[in-house]
């Protein structure tokens, strides 16, 4: 215990990431400021005892400007976090500044707020090691301390209402995971439930949420907020998305430009406490894709540099708006990876891992071994001769022990092999190839599987659908599976055009591949709109010129023609993944938008091309709606 809370702590320091959702207007500036002018309450120390510790407690009670014995109070409870006690949010928040403030504005139900100390034990000072087990399992402790001892001393001592929708409870850090779990664990008690910031201490959402239609019929709010650069973001944001997809309604507040502070908890005590012991409007969330998907199969997309870096901003909300699994671009290849021999870069993988794990996501490597961008020293010796096979074998499985070992238990799967067979059927003559023959493919997953045998593992490869491939692929996999080598997916690329190829053709790749007994996946999909290249043009410089243009006809903006046959070509493919959709684990487009599309340069340099879900701007294209409401609409036959 005492690690884990160290490693916390760490995460606490060291760890930021990016996220932004809201639909909540920001405090104004000078919300928790003094002002002169209005009626303050009052903040009273109190002494209580504590049967289930032993001794009389402390803790801060706030009462409201004008409080009345006559007038009967709902209360809200608010936690502190790990190195604090019942002073914390006095000190740090000045919480009756913030009350006082929406008091005069005429925004707040007046109640009573009880600052209490969480850690329930004899000498409950913040001294010391506070990550000590004992003062950690103090935290849990309180929840007896609280409904046992401290809100009958309330009810008794202040004029307050005594029921469940009169009462609530939130807290920031180790409070805030305390009040998800004191607050959802006793709906009888609490009716109106949030966290700031949570900590790890927060419960795992099937236990929040044991039985969530009861859940959502108790509830009379749940407020979930964090800032957006706060390491332990994902804990709040497991919670928002468990209780979003099982239709429990709740706030979800992502403070931009929110770090683990005081900051981001007193914006969320300001927005909390207006929606106390009144009617509550909920946000209405867009659908977006991954939820659209939910329970058919992941919705991923490709990363670049910037992105996995949060330098690109917007970008990363996509993703973390619509996404729930990613893959590297480049960074994990093994020649970025490693290249010079025993000399690995991890910078730029390491921040794309830490990202998908923080957020949730499924996360795929790509890709182990690849003719295209291994490292030439791969193949040769110090006199640039080619190597023995032995060699390159050991080579290999150094390369692959050490990268997929370094990810062991956060990706989730990984592009082993990648493009191994030509569009004719036949082995690809790579330098692999030519130094190890075909078992170059089975040595690789082998290692693979003994580096993390928990870990999914995939053949890659595009031009899936032409038949001489298909079968060329199908081939090769059911050799290596009756030899007992583990392969559990077939990765389809799915780099198509407008009118190539035929449905009928892909679907038959489908059919012949997870007849295999593997299951598929799409792992790079976009679709161009622009003319396929004719290479046989002749080379006079007029002719290149218009053959450009004709090629790149869409520079300025995309027609609604073209809009309309992408929209459909979409939504065709889709509609096979669906009706696949016991074979298909993860459909993932080769990048979020149009701006970064490698199809902008490939296969002819300098054009305009729209083959992704998003514009250049990171605005959902009208293909998103579609194919939203086709997974929200679909029945399978």
Request: glycine share 8%; aromatic share 12%.
């Amino acid at each position: 215990m005492k690690q884990l809370l160290y490693s916390i702590f760490a995460i606490l320091i060291f760890c930021q990431i990016g996220y932004s959702q809201s639909n909540i207007k920001m405090a104004p500036h000078g919300f928790d400021i003094v002002r002169e002018d209005i009626s303050k309450g009052k903040i009273d120390s109190v002494t209580y005892n504590s049967k289930i510790v032993g001794v009389n407690r402390r803790a801060l009670i706030y009462t409201p400007p004008g409080y009345s014995e006559k007038t009967k109070y709902p209360v809200l409870y608010l936690l502190h976090g790990i190195g604090g006690d019942e002073k914390e949010w006095y000190k740090g928040g000045q919480p009756q500044v913030i009350l006082d403030n929406l008091y005069a504005e005429g925004k707040l139900q007046p109640m009573i707020v009880v600052l209490p100390n969480g850690r329930a034990m004899k000498d409950d000072r913040a001294t010391g090691n506070i990550f000590d087990k004992e003062k950690v399992e103090a935290f849990a402790t309180f929840e007896k301390d609280l409904l046992n001892d401290l809100i009958p001393y309330v009810e008794k001592k202040y004029s307050v209402l005594k029921d469940r929708e009169h009462r609530a409870i939130a807290g920031l850090s180790m409070g805030g995971g305390q009040s998800l779990n004191f607050g959802l664990g006793n709906l009888d008690q609490f009716a109106w439930v949030g966290g700031f910031s949570s900590a790890p201490n927060t419960k795992k959402p099937e236990e929040l949420f044991p039985d969530p239609v009861k859940s959502k019929e108790q509830l009379k709010l749940l407020f979930i907020s964090c800032g957006d650069k706060d390491g332990l973001l994902n804990f709040s944001q497991r919670t928002h998305e468990y209780a979003k997809a099982n239709k429990i309604p709740h706030f979800y507040y992502v403070i931009p430009g929110g770090f683990h502070d005081f900051n981001v908890w007193k914006e969320s005590l300001y927005q909390y406490a207006q929606l106390l012991f009144k009617p509550v409007k909920f946000p209405v969330e867009k659908a977006t894709l991954k939820d659209a998907y939910t329970g058919k199969f992941y919705i991923g997309t490709a990363m670049n540099a910037p992105q996995i870096k949060e330098d690109d901003t917007v970008s990363v909300r996509v993703i973390k708006e619509n996404f729930n699994a990613i893959v590297a671009e480049n960074c994990m290849k093994s020649g970025p990876m490693q290249p010079k021999e025993g000399e690995f870069d991890f910078t730029l993988a390491d921040k794309f891992v830490e990202f998908g794990v923080k957020n949730n996501m499924h996360i795929t490597g790509h890709c182990l071994v690849w003719h295209s961008q291994a490292p030439r020293w791969f193949f040769t010796d110090s006199l640039g001769n080619q190597v023995a096979p032995e060699v390159l074998k050991e080579r290999m499985k150094e390369h692959i022990y050490t990268v997929v070992g370094r990810y062991k238990g956060k990706v989730k799967g990984w592009d082993v092999v990648n493009e191994a067979i030509e569009d004719d059927g036949s082995f690809r003559k790579s330098k692999f190839y030519q130094i190890l023959g075909e078992d170059f493919i089975k040595y690789a997953f082998q290692y693979a599987h003994e580096a993390d045998p928990d870990c999914e593992l995939y053949y890659n490869d595009y031009s899936e659908a032409i038949p001489t491939k298909r079968d060329g692929i199908a081939a090769m996999v059911k050799r290596l599976l009756d030899q007992g080598v583990r392969i559990d997916a077939i990765g389809m690329q799915c780099h198509v055009g407008l009118d190539y190829p035929s449905l009928e053709d892909y679907e038959k790749a489908i059919q012949i591949y997870s007849a295999l007994g593997v299951k598929v996946m799409v792992t790079e999909m976009d679709i161009s709109v622009l003319p396929t290249p004719e290479w046989n043009r002749g080379a006079d410089i007029a002719t290149k010129i218009e053959y450009k243009e004709k090629l790149n006809p869409y520079t300025q903006v995309l027609p609604d023609s073209a809009r309309v046959a992408l929209d459909q070509r979409y939504s065709d493919f889709f509609k096979l993944f669906l009706k696949y959709d016991d074979a298909f684990t993860r459909v993932t487009l080769w990048g979020v938008n149009d701006a970064n599309s490698w199809k902008n340069g490939f296969p002819v340099w300098g054009r305009t091309d729209y083959p992704l879900l998003f514009d250049r701007k990171n605005q959902p294209k009208s293909v998103v709606q579609v194919l939203i409401d086709l997974a929200n609409n679909y029945k399978k036959n």
